[in-house]
T-cell receptor
Framework: ELKVEQNPLFLSMQEGKNYTIYCNYS?????LYWYRQDPGKSLESLFV?????AVKQEGRLMASLDTKARLSTLHITAAVHDLSATYFC??????????FGAGTTVTVRA | GAGVSQTPSNKVTEKGKYVELRCDPI?????LYWYRQSLGQGPEFLIY????????DSGLPNDRFFAVRPEGSVSTLKIQRTERGDSAVYLC??????????????FGPGTRLTVL
């Protein structure tokens, strides 16, 4: 059974500093997705990573994928308040079923 | 364009009752998925439709849960004899055909089901 582990589960960030969220998974896959979820809202797609070494950047967020290590990272540069949310990684091993991590709840403080 | 929509947004029911949750996917998306998200957890896969047929229903917890998509667009998730443990947010997602090299799924706002 595929296991997807995120850490940390909770992250308190100080504005202006840099942080990284880690996503490890247990089965070979070269398709990984990052989503953001605000409280009471649905999931918003952030990044689609489709191959080993893939790197995507949008604003202060950058995601990368190392399929050999079965690891993806989401790096946050110079955190700002509006990045407060829960971030999920999800792994796709069979073309349709996404297996999600438990999520990382991010709070950015002044 | 319109995203995935789900109705109702909230549903409160009593233990033992029957409920139906509806999902309208993005127009043109042939693949449709249902997930269940419990508090503090990531979504868990329930069922996947490609067109009208359920291609994988392995995530449905038991035979009280059933889903249909009769015309290949709107889908209904049906739960019989609801139990308190069914309380969760039920998310629907849709995507383009599986033949693409990836499977970015677009999620609806969810239906929050509370079983008293």
């Amino acid at each position: 059974e595929l296991k997807v582990e995120q850490n940390p589960l909770f992250l308190s960030m100080q504005e202006g500093k840099n942080y990284t969220i880690y996503c490890n998974y247990s089965t070979t896959s070269d398709r990984l997705y990052w989503y953001r979820q605000d409280p009471g809202k649905s999931l918003e797609s952030l990044f689609v990573l489709l191959s080993n070494g893939a790197v995507k950047q949008e604003g202060r967020l950058m995601a990368s994928l190392d399929t050999k290590a079965r690891l993806s990272t989401l790096h946050i540069t110079a955190a700002v308040h509006d990045l407060s949310a829960t971030y999920f990684c999800a792994v796709d091993t069979n073309d349709y079923k996404l297996s999600f991590g438990a999520g990382t709840t991010v709070t950015v403080r002044a | 364009g319109a995203g995935v929509s789900q109705t109702p947004s909230n549903k409160v029911t009593e233990k033992g009752k029957y409920v139906e949750l509806r999902c309208d996917p993005i127009s043109g998306h042939t693949a449709l998925y249902w997930y269940r998200q419990s508090l503090g957890q990531g979504p868990e896969f329930l069922i996947y439709f490609q067109g009208t047929g359920a291609a994988d229903d392995s995530g449905l917890p038991n035979d009280r849960f059933f889903a249909v998509r009769p015309e290949g667009s709107v889908s209904t998730l049906k739960i019989q004899r609801t139990e308190r443990g069914d309380s969760a947010v039920y998310l629907c997602a849709s995507s383009w055909a599986r033949t693409l090299s990836y499977n970015e799924q677009f999620f609806g706002p969810g239906t929050r089901l509370t079983v008293l």
